[in-house]
């Protein structure tokens, strides 16, 4: 059974940092494509960063120069580095993976394997 679960969220001043990471079990997810989403009450959700295979990567506007997404195959771990975080980056933020490669690993993508979510909080 595939599971995703997430670690690392927390509360932190604005322009401070926080590491979410993944931990996939189930699936050899080093052939998959993965990413993080987030999703604040009220509003869509929205992709943040993915990985691909390859380790190709990919980032909204809003996080790029500040986010990075990574993983290590050795630990099996996926990773989203949060920099100069902003209040607005306040949300629920979930780990997702599924089979796509390639150029097919994007954050418009369907994902299939969703991780419970962790909350980041950043106060002003």
């Known amino acids: 059974q595939v599971q995703l679960v997430e670690s690392g969220g927390g509360s932190v001043q604005a322009g401070g940092s926080l590491t979410l990471s993944c931990a996939p079990s189930?699936?050899?997810?080093?052939?998959?494509?993965m990413g993080w989403f987030r999703q604040v009450p009220g509003k869509e959700r929205e992709g943040v960063a993915t990985?691909?295979?390859?380790?190709?990567?990919s980032y909204a506007e809003s996080v790029k120069g500040r986010f990075t997404i990574s993983k290590d195959n050795a630990k099996n771990t996926m990773y989203l580095q949060m920099n100069s975080l902003r209040p607005e980056d306040s949300a629920m933020y979930y780990c997702?993976?599924?089979?796509?490669?390639?150029?097919?690993?994007?954050?418009?993508?369907?994902?299939?394997?969703w991780g419970q979510g962790t909350q980041v909080t950043v106060s002003a």
């Open positions: 990985i691909n295979n390859a380790g190709d990567t």
């Open positions: 997702a993976a599924d089979y796509h490669s390639g150029g097919y690993c994007h954050r418009g993508a369907a994902f299939s394997y």
């Open positions: 189930g699936f050899r997810y080093s052939v998959y494509c």
